[in-house]
């Protein structure tokens, strides 16, 4: 049976004006706070995306508080496009807006491809405010040269960080994910026969992320 997701659009201020924010409310009191970046705006992502949605569905159907905003220059977020630095600023305002309305709860950050890399900004730039993140969830994740944009080098990650590849990924190819998880003894787990969008395989998405909080991630006991 399909129940109504209590859901809400909503404008909040970031560095460079306005910031278009959909919240997702869990059906019970809220175990965390999880935020999903999507894929790259000036190549057509957006906070609807497919792979975004699904992976924010997933967070709040085990409990978490589910946010997607609009990187800059998408829908009613205002401001240009600035590579990730703008755009961890403007996720980091997200994330003191939840946390104002629903108070000091763990934070999750994930993302698909470019919001991703911005994830692993994120958590970057909270763990040097003294708040790190409680677990990460990153998908097709922009690393290394990707054809026709730019060269990505996401950081070190927490070493509990569920990372989900497509073995046919034509956008970021899996050595690129491959070569910058091994440095960590990151494990990745890849989809075989699928490509970046992970056509056909958003239940498994869905899958990995329940395991994965089953298996240990915080507010998951």
């Known amino acids: 049976m399909n129940t109504r997701i209590q859901s809400e659009r909503t404008v909040i201020t970031g560095a ?3 910031i278009e924010v959909l919240t997702e409310m869990p059906d019970g009191a809220p175990r965390a706070i999880a935020l999903v970046g999507h894929p790259h705006p000036l190549f057509g992502g957006t906070m609807d995306n497919k792979v975004v949605q699904t992976v924010a569905r997933a967070l709040r159907e085990l409990g978490c508080v589910a946010l997607r905003s609009q990187f800059r220059g998408v ?7 600035d590579e990730g630095r703008g755009e961890t600023d403007d996720q980091l305002a997200v ?12 934070v999750i950050v994930a993302g698909f491809s470019f919001g991703a890399f911005v994830a692993t900004r994120l958590a970057d730039r909270l763990a040097q405010r003294g708040t790190p993140v409680a677990g990460m969830v990153l998908i097709g994740l922009a690393s290394g040269a990707v054809e026709g944009i730019r060269h990505y080098e996401p950081g070190p990650v927490r070493e509990d960080a569920l990372v989900i ?8 190819p899996l050595a690129n994910v491959l070569a910058w998880a091994a440095p960590q003894n990151l494990p990745v787990s890849v989809l075989g026969d699928t490509g970046h969008f992970f056509h ?9 992320i329940e395991r994965w909080w089953r298996a240990g991630s915080p507010a998951g006991q």
């Open 200 to 208: 056909g395989k958003l239940h498994v998405l869905r899958l990995l």
């Open 95 to 106: 994330i003191d807006h939840a946390r104002e309305r629903h108070g000091e709860l763990p």
């Open 16 to 18: 460079a004006g306005a």
């Open 165 to 172: 590849h497509g073995e046919r990924d034509q956008v970021v």
């Open 75 to 81: 829908g009613r977020t205002e401001g240009e496009h």
